[in-house]
């Protein structure tokens, strides 16, 4: 299952050292609801391996500040604590799970 990344926890969880897959959504955000069955299935596929969870940019302002969101959905991928690639928009599973194994 995927975790639910906010302010108070992702320095926490970025010092383990791990891949990072964050993704930025909203409630009211149609393509993020789209998007959330394929984050579940990869949380679960790559679990133990990389850390992947949902930043709600309305509960976690200053994360998606700090990352400079500014469309959702957008998936960052982070390792060692910086932004390594990112996708725009809804995209198919199989996208996010390239760049997932391309940086593991």
Known sequence: MALTITDANYQDLAA???LMVLDFWATWCGPCK?????????????????????????????LATHFGIRNIPTVLFIKDGEVVDKLVGLNAKGAYEEKINALL
């Open 16 to 18: 383990q050292g791990k």
């Open 34 to 62: 789209r998007l959330a069955p394929a984050i579940e299935a990869l949380a679960t596929q790559f679990e133990g391996q990389a850390i992947i969870g949902k930043v709600d940019i309305e509960e976690s302002e200053d």
